[in-house]
């Protein structure tokens, strides 16, 4: 067979691959009953960083994985990518397994501290990480003035990486995840060392991701951020999912109780108000935390006392209330 011929097998063979996974799988990424176990020190003591992790992260959404640290999500990450092997378990990316070549090469990457070669400018890191995606050049010159505009580097263009910040080099690091617009791009801590305005800036970014199709799985510990643009998320406690699944859902768990902000409370009325029920001081106004079935007598006693009240609402748990919740640390 001549080498043309071989090319040619080659490419039949990962167009039928990527046709097969695309319409056997609905899933970007899937967990089945994965462990990862550590042997460390000298006398390699088993540390299990993941036990048992059975996940789907479907197509076309934001997934947040949450824990807190030391708790297996940046292993997990690393077990998705081919960089390390699960020792119990199995993980398809794109529908075929993690080790495919194939699959690789459709996914991006941002580690949560990116190492670049620090005498290079986000041109040329971006034209590096082109060439090993064997990218066109011409390509890559369109892309890199779109994610540069995209990651508000535009002005950097020409600096060198080593004169970088640590949010910079954030933003350097999603870029170079975009690079070669993969189906599947993976995030560890991709808000982290960015201003306000800076994580405004990429969470619109990861928005974007989705309603261009792309899947987006991602860790963070700013919890405000990850309300704010999940469709799903997936709590790790010591190396295991305690909770999963649409964060509206999740958020509901607390839905027998009422919040009612109220401003104009004397002290007398709020002494007496903090003996029946949960209250926080939100400056202006305070938030009290009701039974559904009274709610009627306090509106009534708060109205009486002259008291002016601005909101009730059904109660809905924050992110942090759950993550907090879950982790045991309420």
């Known amino acids: 067979m001549s080498e043309a011929e071989v090319e040619s097998s080659k490419a039949s063979a990962s167009e039928s691959a990527a046709s097969s996974g695309s319409q056997g799988d609905d899933n970007a990424l899937v967990f089945e009953g994965v462990h990862k ?39 997990s990450m690393k077990m998705a990518l081919g960089l390390i092997r699960p020792t119990q378990g199995t993980i398809r990316v794109l529908g075929e397994p993690v080790w495919s070549p194939h699959a690789r090469e459709r996914v991006g990457y941002a580690p949560e501290q990116p190492y670049f070669y620090d005498f290079l400018t986000p041109v040329e890191l971006l034209a590096f990480y082109g060439k090993l995606y064997r990218m066109p050049k011409a390509t890559i010159a369109k892309r890199t003035e779109e994610l540069l505009a995209t990651v508000g580097l535009e002005d950097s263009r020409n600096q060198r990486l080593r004169g970088f910040s640590k949010g910079m080099l954030q933003r350097a690091g999603i870029a170079q995840a975009l690079l070669a617009s993969p189906e599947l791009v993976i995030l560890d801590e991709p808000l982290s060392g960015l201003d306000p305005l800076g994580r405004k800036e990429l969470r619109d970014v990861i928005v974007g991701l989705r309603a261009a199709g792309t899947t987006v799985f991602l860790s963070s510990h700013i919890l405000h951020d990850i309300e704010m643009v999940c469709d799903r998320v997936a709590i790790l406690i010591k190396g295991q999912v305690e909770r999963i699944g649409v964060l509206e859902e999740l958020l509901r768990s607390d839905a027998s109780n009422v919040d009612v902000e109220v401003r104009g409370v004397d002290s007398d ?62």
């Open 269 to 330: 009325l709020r002494e007496q108000l903090e003996k029946e029920f949960a209250v926080v001081d939100l400056g202006r106004a305070l938030q009290l935390k009701v039974p559904e079935s009274g709610v009627s007598g306090v509106l009534s006693r708060l109205l009486e006392a002259g008291a002016q009240v601005s909101q009730v609402a059904p109660r809905r748990l924050s992110l942090e209330e759950l993550f907090m919740k879950e982790a045991g640390r309420e």
């Open 37 to 75: 176990e550590f042997r460390l020190g000298l006398r390699f003591k088993r540390v299990h960083a993941v036990r048992g992790v059975s996940l789907e992260v479907k197509r076309g959404e934001i997934f947040g994985y949450l824990g807190p640290n030391g708790a297996g999500k940046t292993t």
